[in-house]
Structures are given as C-alpha cells and as structure tokens.
C-alpha cells in the first residue's frame, strides 16, 4: 500500500510559528511585569495572578480650591514705589524662580537636596497626582530614604514590625512637618497658572486639578493610627500586613503606617493644616 509522503515543510512551518506566538506571549508577560512601578519592597503585597478584567476608568475629581483675595492696595509711599508680584514665567523655565520662592520658605537639608531636581511643577503634578490614587512615586519626586535597615522580631513564631523602624523616618518627617502650609498654600496660589499648564499636559483641567489635591490630602487623613503592635507575615522575600485590613491599605498609606503612629499623626496634621490654608485662603 502506498503512502501519502510526510508534510514536513508545513509540520515544521506549524512548529516554528507555535514557537514564536509562545515567545510572545512569554515577552509580553515578562514586559508587564517589569513596567509594574516599583514601591518600596518592605511591606507591599504580591498579588496573586488573576484573569485580566476590562475595569471602569479611575474617576477623576472635580472641586475648586478658593483663588487667593488680592490683598487691599496700600497707600503710595512718597518717595517708594509700590511693590508688584514679580510676572511669572513660562512652564519650561521656572525652576529657578520656584526654586528660590521655595528656599524663603524653608532652607532645612532636606528640603533644599528635594527642590534641586529639574522640572520641579510637572514632577510635583505628577506625584500629586499619584498620592491622590494612594501612590509614592519616588522616581518622579524622591525624598529621602529611611536610615538603616527594616527590622523584625520573632516571638513564639510571630513576625512583629520593631518599633524601632519608625525613627528611621525621622528625617523625612521632622523636613516635612517644619514647612508652613500657610505658606506653602500662598505659593500654590502664587503659581497656580503654573501648575495648571502641568496639569493640563497630563489631560487634567483646573477643576480636576483642585480636586487631585484635595483627594491626595483624603487619602492621607484617612490612614488608620495604629499605636499596638504590628504583626507581620512573610510571603518569600516580601513582608506584609497580618492584619488584612492593612494589608488591604493604599501603598501611600501603608508607607504612613510604616513611620509610626506619632509620625502618622504628625503628617495629618501638616495635610489638614494645608487643606484649612487652601479652602481658605
């Protein structure tokens, strides 16, 4: 009996295109994985694989923070000229003018390493706009870096977070609690026109812009002051929350729960503060 010769040309065209559609597949998966922005590795979550959903776009808020009353004119000196607002420039050159308004805010060591990046308003409407959805984006606006290293303690096979993690934030804190926010509200008023064309490169109008603001400021005041022991659980390399109900916190508020209760406390303080100086200005 004869036999129908092998189709080895199209076996091996099959075997060579099944190949490259799996190499695919694997790349795409490898470039999503390594596109996930980075948090901070000490406490955050690694989910589990789940279906990919088509989800509802991030509602974005609306509000409106009160414009700045002009201040009442003064009477003419006689022999001094009445002082006006120096005129603002242009989005792409402002880093020198923003940067020495900010040094007369505050010349703290921190501060002054923080403000020293390029494109200062577009970062800053960048960051806001990730800490109103719960988000640190170091890598658009670092601050500085906790000292020393995280640290545990075991105790009849507990993970416990040391205490002694929170004084590693210190620095950071003691900069951003020293800051004026009545201050820091009258630049924000000051470069408003400024912050609005950042904004509105990210898509955002002014109302929209408010309402990031405020909301980056919500997500703060809503983080829970935990002042007992926090227990921990492993999962390979990563620490998380044993308590599900932090673990299922936003990353910003779980970076706020890493520094502490009284560090916790101090920067709600410093958010409700500049959203009172914002609203009413």
Excluded: C
């Excluded at 409106?64 to 989005?91: G, H, K, R, W, Y």
């Excluded at 640290?151 to 020293?178: C, F, K, M, V």
């Excluded at 980056?216 to 599900?244: C, G, H, M, N, Q």
Aim: charged residues 25%; hydrophobic residues 40%.
């Amino acid at each position: 009996m004869n036999r129908e010769p092998k189709k080895t040309g199209s076996n091996n065209l099959a075997f060579i295109a099944g190949t490259l559609i799996s190499a695919v597949i694997i790349v795409v998966v490898l470039f999503k994985i390594q596109s996930t922005p980075e948090y901070d590795p000490e406490l955050i979550a690694i989910p589990e694989p789940v279906t990919e959903a088509v989800t509802a776009p991030p509602v974005i808020p609306e509000a409106v923070i009160p414009e700045a009353l002009a201040p009442e004119p003064q009477p003419e000196p006689e022999t001094n000229s009445v002082s006006t607002p120096p005129p603002l420039p242009e989005l792409d050159n402002s880093d020198d003018f923003i940067r020495e308004r900010l040094l007369l805010i505050s010349n703290k060591i921190e501060f002054v390493k923080w403000i020293k990046t390029d494109d200062l308003l577009r970062r800053t409407a960048s960051y806001a706009d990730g800490l109103s959805n719960g988000v640190m984006l170091t890598k658009i606006f670092p601050l500085s870096a906790p000292e020393g290293k995280f640290a545990t303690h075991s105790s009849d096979g507990t993970i416990w977070l040391n205490a002694g993690n929170y004084e590693r934030y210190d620095r950071t804190i003691n900069t951003l609690t020293s800051l004026p926010m009545d201050k820091m509200a009258k630049m924000f008023h000051f470069t408003r026109p400024l912050l609005e064309n950042a904004f509105s490169e990210m898509g955002y109008n002014p109302r929209q812009m408010d309402g990031i603001i405020l909301q980056a400021i919500d997500v703060i005041l809503a983080t829970p002051i935990v002042v007992e022991p926090i227990r921990l659980t492993r999962d390979s390399v990563v620490y998380k929350f044993a308590d599900s109900e932090l673990e299922s916190q936003l990353p910003l508020q779980k970076q706020l729960l890493r520094t502490g209760p009284e560090n916790t406390k101090r920067i709600q303080q410093q958010a409700e503060a500049l959203r009172e100086a914002l609203l009413n200005p």
